[in-house]
């Protein structure tokens, strides 16, 4: 069971979910990405903040700077260093914005106008930190359904110590996603993939405990990687500081159920939320786990909002734990609601006529499931993944309004591309990434 209590940093270590594997510190999991028995990393003890010390909090990197220092020994990074990491990490807004009701979250400032760029960009700073360091150089393995790809090969793009291998699915995500993957920089392959994003994933796993593939210096970058999970703790708390109420219900668009498990983690360190509404498309297994207390994976389907096109999210193992899997204390705190790719172009539609506010295909399914979730004494707020630059083909053609990324597609032309084909076959991508 984890344990919430105040920071004991140098006591603080991180086991597997599936419990076979020992407990490791912070560095190791960063590095290792997934345990060794396949589970993924929890922190045996959850960080507290007091609210007085959330009061005191001012800026953006203020939040940044005391989340990762309550999970991070400054024995492994001193302060210096780590408001150094902090200021190069978070050089782009993250604004709350009204929009009647509802608020809006928008995570998309930054390089490539996805939430992912958050993350990815801590992480990367943290990578490279402990990479010189200790003289060492690695290889990124990363599975994607769209923007954490891009995210990744931006953040990594020309660090010399660090190979990336971005696995995704060949057809299945949109011209800039694609484009900000193919071309990033020497140091980043994409690899695309005849299969599905769960393909993907299953292939990054398995070659995690691959022993053929020891040579490579495998580490995560998807959220699998708890060094990817910690960074996104602090947007939910700076959202906390920017409301007008603190009696808050946060509505996560969800696909692998990273930033769901950022709001848990966000909320068990102390910050306030009176409750959480997963919000998915078709790929409905965190619904069917709120409505009957069983969970159980499908094969994914493909939906307008293709970056949650998710049929076995690996982070909902996460969330589980983080609830003991008890179902009725995971019911008290978190509701599910499936939303259609139909009533997501209505929801773009509605808002962008009524409130002259254009919504991405993610966004706007947790902005319907706000509509049905919202209640009036307190206070909602949709967390909005991506820009709508990033599905400007594929909003035109479903909504009629007309949105223009040429000009940011035609510089990414300008940078070598970088991708290879391939089967849906395990024993190809190794020999890839054997190979690169």
Known sequence: MIKVLPAIIDRMKFYSTKKKSPEVDF?????????????????????QFTLKELEKMSSLQDVGFGV???WINDEEISNEDLKHIVSKSLAFPIPLVSIGDISILELFHGPTLAFKDIAACVLAQLFEYFLIKDNKKITILVATSGDTGAAIAHAFAGLKRVKVAILYPRGKVSELQEEQMIRAGKNVLAIAVDGVFDDCQAFVKRAFQDPDLEDCNLSSANSINIGRLIPQIIYYIWAYLQASEKKIQFVVPSGNMGNATAALLAHRMGM??????????ENDVAVNYY??????????????????????????????ELFDYDYSSFCKLISAVKVTDEETINTIKRVYEKKEYLLDFHTAVAFYGAEKTHVSNQYTVV??????????????????????????????????????????????IKKILQMN
Do not use: C, H, W
Request: charged fraction near 25%.
């Open 291 to 320: 409505q009957t207390g069983i969970y159980k994976t499908k094969e994914s389907v493909q939906t307008l909002s293709t970056a949650m096109d998710i049929g076995s999210p690996s982070n909902f193992e996460r969330i589980l």
């Open 68 to 70: 990762l220092r309550k």
């Open 383 to 428: 967390v909005s993944p991506a820009s709508p630059l990033k599905f400007a083909k594929e909003i035109k053609k479903q909504t009629g309004i007309p949105i223009d990324n040429s000009l940011y597609i035609k510089d990414l032309k300008k940078i070598e591309k970088r991708v290879i084909s391939t089967s849906n076959d395990y024993n190809a």
């Open 272 to 281: 306030p939320l009176t409750s959480l509404v997963i919000a998915t498309n």
């Open 27 to 47: 560095k190791m999991a960063l590095f290792q990405g997934l345990a060794p028995d396949g589970g993924l990393y929890m922190p045996d003890i959850i960080p």
